[in-house]
């Protein structure tokens, strides 16, 4: 059962903003505290879900869990808060929660104009579609032929990127589809498997789960293996915090570093002898590594002890660890042909 904090967010979230702006200083409420809240939406197995016992599981609230290692001293310090795809900024502008992770697109419209920031993107993924098995449509070529002889319909949520990408590319390819606008992802998905629509869009990544998830029969539903958009997807902060936005990307970039330099949550410890400079610094060996963020040395070992690298994270969750089985692709490493990369720790 979702908590009765959560509800309200989602209640007060329809409704108009009229409070203060929130001030700057969250590390300090985090430390006062002892406790990172963090807004996370429900995006399905492998990204953000509840289990049976009330517990948020998935890939961005482990994310949510390595910063609370960092900045509240453990992972199991979170107080996860739920929102959606319509309340998010409003939450996070209002200051409700320190921290947004879920699958929100990094766009220059957003970073400029909502009052929030884009630390780092920590998925790279695209928008997609999937359909009924039924119906023999299992690409997009398989698309536009049908889409040429009959009508076909498509599910998507409003106010989302997914509804303007879909704008975009129909208007791109004169794809004659029929456009279903519904309020929130489970009416989306609702109309789709109760065959209100012949296809369903969003990120590719959020339907593997979904299909997981949701479906009434998975094998009857076929994911599509092209994307129509880019959708780099990042934590989301507050516009008027920027020590706080270099936590949150630090936090992420410490996941990729430690994965490129081998460090695992199971050899840590031992790994703070080894001869590379930034390993040791990484892992708390070089006195005033954390002073720059506000921070103690040990964040980073904390971080990764108790959560993980980016590769054992995205493992348990998307990879090949997890029901889902998606391959790494955009999100393996750039020595691995992907376009994780992490900045150098030095001078």
């Not at 390595?66 to 998010?88: C, I, K, P, Q």
């Not at 630390?119 to 889409?147: E, N, T």
């Not at 390819?173 to 498997?193: I, M, N, V, W, Y």
Request: proline share 3%.
């Amino acid at each position: 059962m979702r908590s009765a904090r959560s509800l309200a967010v989602l209640l007060v979230g329809t409704l108009l903003c009229v409070g203060e702006p929130a001030e700057a200083g969250t590390l300090e409420r985090v430390h006062d505290a002892g406790l990172l809240r963090c807004g996370v939406t429900a995006s399905g197995r492998g990204l953000s879900t509840m289990d049976q016992s009330g517990r948020w599981e998935g890939f961005y609230t482990d994310m949510c869990r390595a910063l609370a290692a960092a900045v509240a001293g453990g992972a199991d310090r979170v107080d996860f808060v739920e929102v959606t795809s319509a309340n998010r900024f409003d939450v996070l502008r209002r200051g409700e929660v320190d921290v947004v992770m879920g699958a929100t697109t990094w766009t220059q419209q957003r970073d400029t104009t909502l009052g929030v920031n884009f630390p780092v993107v920590y998925l790279y993924d695209g928008q997609s579609f999937m359909a009924h098995r039924s119906s023999g449509i299992a690409s997009l070529m398989d698309l536009a032929k049908l889409a040429a002889r009959t009508t076909v319909s498509v599910c998507v949520v409003e106010h989302t990127t997914s509804m303007r990408n879909l704008e975009a590319w129909l208007a791109q390819t004169g794809t004659p589809l029929a456009t279903k606008r519904t309020r929130s992802s489970d009416g989306a998905l609702s109309a789709f498997f109760n065959h209100h629509c012949d296809l369903i869009t969003n990120d590719r990544i959020g339907l593997y789960g979904k299909r997981l998830d949701d479906a009434p029969n998975g094998d009857g539903y076929v994911v599509f293996p092209e994307v129509i958009s880019k959708e780099p997807l990042g934590p989301m902060v507050r516009a008027d915090d920027k020590r706080w936005f270099d936590i949150v990307r630090w936090v992420v970039l410490a996941t990729v570093l430690a994965e490129e330099k081998r460090i695992t949550a199971a050899n840590a410890e031992a790994m703070k002898a080894s001869d590379d400079a930034e390993v040791r610094k990484l892992l708390g060996g070089r006195p005033g590594f954390g002073s720059g963020l506000g921070l103690d040395d040990a964040w980073g070992w904390r971080v990764i002890t108790q959560v993980g690298n980016y590769g054992e994270i995205y493992d348990r969750h998307l990879g090949k660890g997890s029901a889902l089985g998606i391959e790494r692709g955009p999100n393996a490493l750039w020595i691995n042909g992907g376009l994780l990369y992490a900045p150098p720790l030095g001078e």
